[in-house]
């Protein structure tokens, strides 16, 4: 069996990932990669998270374009680029030019001119422009196509209104990024408006084209051609609104190459209980597979029962099996039809047969979006003398909870899923997502009066898509079924792994399910190996790094998590885990880069354990020879050199 490359060890690809640039116009800085502008700053003060453009079709799926006749000219304070983007698949075949500039004033301009080269149904095609989610609470001005303005703030729970209260029918929006600092994007071509994307964890909120009210999908005929333009631009109010064309005094200009971490130990948050899915592809767990299960010491096994599907009885048998075997309680989602009652008392004859041990239901039914009162009330009829929970929400995600929210007595617990790519898939969008995840659980606690929250399952994809109006079944544009992520069996993978579940602790969820048991969904391969080795190309009865990851949290069930702060949590992630007398220190580095992470308040460790591109092949072949050998000293100062990707594990005893 051939060793693993350093890049798919490092993000489940063959191919390095895109190329990033810095760019300069007058005082601002950003990154250009693969056609898209990011992360532009002031010194150190972000004006806007992104601005890119996207294709999206009927079903709301985003069609990912191609970049040909790419062309730069980059000075020290000014850049020109032009390229021209290709979209196809399926039917759709979009073709636009771009024409990005920043001037030495700091202004920069992105124009869009399109063409349509066929015939198709689409949703939205144009231009989004990304503020980063610490704009809560800040002041902002919408001006509407009409002329007029109105000034609100961006919420701090998230909002169930899409587009947003007040922001729509925008030509131009401002933001303060600091007093007096005004960051102002103006827009033409189409009719603007703006949603809070934290209710898919993305971490902003998007000004997009194409008003929501204008019903879609719209049909768009071969030779139409869409032309939009964006200008972004900063004002001082403190001098009249003037164009700012330098530094203000006082702000560094570049960002600090060094990721620096403080612990602060009188803020500590419940660990919450982490359990795995079952495995969607069906097949029984090995006795080696049930073994470092076993080992992993999960707090629970979520099973799926449509009893629309003659295998219910089979699944829920198969389920209960590697429940007793794993010596953990199952956690059932129930998905019922309008025959609802029938269907759950044949299942609480089942469970009467069986005897599983249960922590939940989660309730839900197979045509609406969130747990119905009526399904609840029965579930509590039929199922309430089993001991477990019975609760619900939404099996998608939490925008779905949000704009319809079950009746708070018909619940013990409130529960939605997550996943990091509902509208982006690249590595940086990835690495932004934990960050956001807090919003929505605080916001859940807030709307449901403080009941616990159960977020259940996070994934790496979406398992479905809750919007879409027909099912096309075929691959992703990288070859794989769109539930398949390679990413899973990378150390992307295990980074991102452990920022979310630093994102779902503090937000203060009681309870998680990761991922599924086995499978290239899952936290280890299956021992046949991956259906499509090529474009997933794992060891066959291996263990992911992300396996890892869990491994060391679960072994501080029932524990404390310590909130860290970190100077940016896009680059690294940081889960302090106490319980006892006991303290472990996980970090992890979100980039494909080097970094260097200094740390205070966390005092000196007495071993230290490294997961990175050097020994991941190992650890992914032999876990249980990895997760026993002697760990090496710490370093004797506070700075930690990591690779890219690379899990550190520190702990002191």
Same mark, same amino acid.
């Given at each position: 069996?051939?060793?693993?490359?350093?890049?798919?060890?490092?993000?489940?690809?063959?191919?390095?990932?895109?190329?990033?640039?810095?760019?300069?116009?007058?005082?601002?800085?950003?990154?250009?990669?693969?056609?898209?502008?990011?992360?532009?700053?002031?010194?150190?003060?972000?004006?806007?998270?992104?601005?890119?453009?996207?294709?999206?079709?009927?079903?709301?799926?985003?069609?990912?374009?191609?970049?040909?006749?790419?062309?730069?000219?980059?000075?020290?304070?000014?850049?020109?680029?032009?390229?021209?983007?290709?979209?196809?698949?399926?039917?759709?075949?979009?073709?636009?030019?771009?024409?990005?500039?920043?001037?030495?004033?700091?202004?920069?301009?992105?124009?869009?001119?399109?063409?349509?080269?066929?015939?198709?149904?689409?949703?939205?095609?144009?231009?989004?422009?990304?503020?980063?989610?610490?704009?809560?609470?800040?002041?902002?001005?919408?001006?509407?196509?009409?002329?007029?303005?109105?000034?609100?703030?961006?919420?701090?729970? @998230?909002?169930?209104?899409?587009?947003?209260?007040?922001?729509?029918?925008?030509?131009?929006?401002?933001?303060?990024?600091?007093?007096?600092?005004?960051?102002?994007?103006?827009?033409?071509?189409? @009719?603007?408006?703006?949603?809070?994307?934290?209710?898919?964890?993305?971490?902003?909120?998007?000004?997009?084209?194409?008003?929501?009210?204008?019903?879609?999908?719209?049909?768009?005929?071969?030779?139409?051609?869409?032309?939009?333009?964006?200008?972004?631009?900063?004002?001082?109010?403190?001098?009249?609104?003037?164009?700012?064309?330098?530094?203000?005094?006082?702000?560094?200009?570049?960002?600090?190459?060094?990721?620096?971490?403080?612990?602060?130990?009188?803020?500590?948050?419940?660990?919450?209980?982490?359990?795995?899915?079952?495995?969607?592809?069906?097949?029984?767990?090995?006795?080696?597979?049930?073994?470092?299960?076993?080992?992993?010491?999960?707090?629970?096994?979520?099973?799926?029962?449509?009893?629309?599907?003659?295998?219910?009885?089979?699944?829920?048998?198969?389920?209960?099996?590697?429940?007793?075997?794993?010596?953990?309680?199952?956690?059932?989602?129930?998905?019922?039809?309008?025959?609802?009652?029938?269907?759950?008392?044949?299942?609480?004859?089942?469970?009467?047969?069986?005897?599983?041990?249960? @922590?939940?239901?989660?309730?839900?039914?197979?045509?609406?979006?969130?747990?119905?009162?009526?399904?609840?009330?029965?579930?509590?009829?039929?199922?309430?003398?089993?001991?477990?929970?019975?609760?619900?929400?939404?099996?998608?995600?939490?925008?779905?909870?949000?704009?319809?929210?079950?009746?708070?007595?018909?619940?013990?617990?409130?529960?939605?899923?997550?996943?990091?790519?509902?509208?982006?898939?690249?590595?940086?969008?990835?690495?932004?997502?934990?960050?956001?995840?807090?919003?929505?659980?605080?916001?859940?606690?807030?709307?449901?009066?403080?009941?616990?929250?159960?977020?259940?399952?996070?994934?790496?994809?979406?398992?479905?898509?809750?919007?879409?109006?027909?099912?096309?079944?075929?691959?992703?544009?990288?070859?794989?079924?769109?539930?398949?992520?390679?990413?899973?069996?990378?150390?992307?993978?295990?980074?991102?792994?452990?920022?979310?579940?630093?994102?779902?602790?503090?937000?203060?969820?009681?309870?998680?399910?990761?991922?599924?048991?086995?499978?290239?969904?899952?936290?280890?391969?299956?021992?046949?190996?991956?259906?499509?080795?090529?474009?997933?190309?794992?060891?066959?009865?291996?263990?992911?790094?992300?396996?890892?990851?869990?491994?060391?949290?679960?072994?501080?069930?029932?524990?404390?998590?310590?909130?860290?702060?970190?100077?940016?949590?896009?680059?690294?992630?940081?889960?302090?885990?106490?319980?006892?007398?006991?303290?472990?220190?996980?970090?992890?580095?979100?980039?494909?880069?080097?970094?260097?992470?200094?740390?205070?308040?966390?005092?000196?460790?007495?071993?230290?354990?490294?997961?990175?591109?050097?020994?991941?092949?190992?650890?992914?072949?032999?876990?249980?020879?990895?997760?026993?050998?002697?760990?090496?000293?710490?370093?004797?100062?506070?700075?930690?050199?990591?690779?890219?990707?690379?899990?550190?594990?520190?702990?002191?005893?």
């Amino acid at each position: 069996m051939s060793p693993l490359s350093g890049n798919v060890i490092r993000h489940g690809r063959a191919n390095p990932p895109p190329t990033a640039i810095v760019l300069r116009a007058g005082p601002l800085r950003m990154i250009y990669e693969a056609g898209d502008l990011r992360y532009v700053t002031l010194g150190r003060l972000e004006v806007i998270r992104r601005i890119y453009a996207a294709v999206r079709d009927h079903n709301w799926e985003t069609v990912l374009g191609t970049l040909v006749n790419e062309r730069k000219e980059i000075r020290a304070d000014s850049f020109r680029i032009a390229y021209e983007s290709h979209h196809r698949q399926r039917q759709i075949h979009f073709v636009w030019r771009a024409q990005i500039t920043g001037s030495d004033d700091g202004v920069v301009r992105f124009s869009f001119d399109g063409e349509a080269h066929s015939t198709f149904l689409r949703n939205r095609i144009g231009f989004c422009v990304l503020h980063a989610a610490e704009c809560v609470g800040r002041p902002c001005r919408a001006r509407y196509t009409d002329g007029t303005e109105f000034e609100t703030s961006f919420p701090k729970l @998230v909002a169930p209104e899409q587009p947003m209260s007040a922001i729509h029918d925008l030509s131009n929006i401002a933001h303060e990024i600091s007093p007096g600092l005004w960051a102002e994007v103006g827009f033409s071509g189409d @009719v603007f408006e703006m949603e809070d994307q934290r209710n898919w964890i993305d971490a902003s909120f998007k000004t997009y084209c194409t008003p929501l009210r204008i019903p879609h999908p719209q049909q768009i005929v071969a030779g139409t051609k869409i032309k939009q333009s964006i200008e972004l631009r900063l004002r001082d109010e403190g001098k009249g609104g003037t164009p700012i064309l330098q530094t203000p005094s006082g702000a560094a200009d570049e960002r600090d190459e060094i990721v620096r971490l403080a612990a602060w130990p009188g803020c500590t948050f419940a660990l919450p209980a982490i359990g795995v899915g079952s495995a969607s592809h069906g097949q029984p767990l090995s006795a080696k597979e049930v073994a470092r299960l076993a080992a992993l010491n999960p707090a629970h096994l979520r099973v799926d029962i449509h009893f629309a599907d003659d295998d219910g009885e089979n699944v829920l048998r198969r389920a209960v099996g590697d429940s007793e075997r794993l010596k953990i309680p199952l956690e059932a989602a129930l998905f019922l039809s309008d025959e609802g009652e029938a269907e759950l008392l044949e299942f609480s004859n089942l469970l009467n047969h069986f005897n599983p041990r249960l @922590v939940r239901f989660l309730i839900f039914h197979v045509a609406e979006k969130v747990s119905g009162e009526r399904w609840l009330k029965l579930a509590r009829q039929i199922l309430g003398g089993s001991g477990a929970t019975i609760g619900g929400g939404t099996n998608a995600d939490y925008y779905q909870l949000n704009q319809c929210r079950p009746r708070v007595e018909n619940l013990d617990f409130v529960s939605f899923s997550i996943n990091p790519q509902v509208h982006s898939s690249d590595d940086f969008s990835l690495a932004e997502t934990p960050s956001a995840i807090p919003y929505p659980i605080e916001s859940a606690k807030h709307f449901f009066g403080g009941l616990p929250v159960v977020v259940t399952p996070i994934t790496l994809k979406p398992r479905f898509n809750p919007v879409a109006v027909t099912v096309t079944g075929e691959l992703d544009q990288g070859g794989l079924p769109s539930q398949v992520d390679a990413r899973q069996m990378s150390l992307l993978g295990a980074a991102w792994t452990l920022a979310s579940l630093k994102g779902v602790a503090q937000g203060g969820a009681a309870s998680v399910t990761y991922y599924e048991t086995t499978g290239w969904r899952g936290l280890m391969e299956t021992e046949t190996g991956s259906p499509s080795p090529h474009d997933f190309p794992s060891l066959p009865g291996s263990v992911f790094p992300l396996y890892h990851v869990l491994a060391d949290a679960c072994e501080y069930a029932g524990g404390r998590v310590t909130a860290i702060e970190s100077s940016d949590p896009f680059r690294s992630a940081a889960l302090l885990l106490s319980k006892g007398e006991r303290k472990t220190l996980l970090l992890a580095n979100l980039t494909n880069s080097d970094l260097a992470i200094a740390m205070t308040g966390i005092g000196a460790a007495s071993s230290l354990r490294r997961l990175n591109e050097s020994n991941a092949e190992n650890a992914m072949r032999e876990p249980e020879s990895f997760r026993v050998a002697q760990a090496s000293a710490p370093p004797r100062s506070d700075l930690l050199e990591l690779t890219p990707y690379e899990i550190v594990r520190l702990e002191w005893r």
